[in-house]
């Protein structure tokens, strides 16, 4: 079986292709802006280079959000238009939230373990898992007060973009594990996508959107 997952939502356009279980082929290149017009062309350019053709894909996975409204829409929009392309591949989607929180290993994980990630504002993308990787809350966007009082007392796991800015200033929190990754590993992204899979709960992908866009009116 062949799978293939992508992700534009953060400042970065990345790609994998698996065969089975197995990475054959990874494109990752980190970029503020312009995900949209190089996601097509590297997905042509990995298909070729492993001699396939787009309807050998059995499964698309598309990570959904939350990140940038043009990424996210870039993301979802390519998802949609490959799985018109081609009826029998199934498709998903996939949030950058359980992509992180997947990469943590047993050592990594505590009972409390928050997903944070930039969104460029006085706040910050956030949801919490225990240390089984289970859901504890929905992904909501909070300010900084409110995420220290729901971690407050706790010993606490923090992965994400949104790290790094979080403890700018001293939280009063115990720290159990600090990993400030940049993005969310495509690879992460694609063995949630391969677990779904199995689990038999693939979902049509929509836009995780947790706050409306900036929006302006010129004068």
């Known amino acids: 079986m062949y799978t293939l997952v992508f992700?534009?939502?953060?400042?970065?356009?990345?790609?994998?292709?698996?065969?089975d279980t197995s990475v054959i082929a990874k494109y990752a290149q980190e970029m503020e802006f312009g995900q949209a017009e190089v996601l097509?062309?590297?997905?042509?350019?990995?298909?070729?280079?492993?001699?396939?053709?787009?309807?050998?894909i059995n499964l698309l996975g598309v990570c959904i959000?939350?990140?940038?409204?043009?990424?996210?829409?870039?993301?979802i929009a390519a998802a949609?238009?490959?799985a018109l392309a081609n009826p029998q591949m199934e498709i998903t989607g996939i949030t950058a939230f359980e992509g992180y929180i997947h990469s943590l290993s047993m050592f990594e994980?505590?009972?409390?373990?928050?997903?944070?990630?930039?969104?460029?504002?006085?706040?910050?993308?956030f949801q919490l898992f225990n240390g089984?990787?289970?859901?504890?809350?929905?992904?909501?966007?909070l300010p900084y007060e409110e995420i220290?009082?729901?971690?407050?007392?706790?010993?606490?796991?923090?992965?994400?973009?949104?790290?790094?800015?979080?403890?700018?200033k001293p939280s009063g929190l115990m720290l159990h594990t600090i990993r400030m990754d940049k993005s969310v590993s495509v690879t992460d992204l694609a063995e949630c996508v391969l677990e779904r899979y199995r689990a038999h709960k693939l979902n049509y992908p929509k836009?995780?959107?947790?706050?409306?866009?900036d929006v302006c009116v010129k004068s």
């Open 7 to 19: 992700d534009t939502t953060s400042e970065s356009c990345s790609i994998v292709l698996l065969k």
């Open 40 to 56: 097509l062309p590297e997905i042509q350019k990995i298909l070729k280079a492993n001699n396939l053709d787009f309807q050998q």
């Open 65 to 75: 959000g939350p990140g940038s409204f043009t990424g996210v829409r870039s993301s």
């Open 80 to 82: 949609r238009a490959l």
């Open 109 to 125: 994980l505590t009972d409390c373990n928050a997903v944070i990630i930039e969104t460029k504002r006085d706040d910050f993308y």
């Open 132 to 141: 089984k990787k289970e859901k504890l809350n929905d992904p909501v966007a």
């Open 148 to 168: 220290i009082s729901l971690l407050k007392g706790k010993n606490v796991t923090l992965i994400g973009s949104g790290v790094e800015r979080f403890l700018d």
């Open 207 to 213: 836009p995780l959107y947790l706050r409306a866009p």
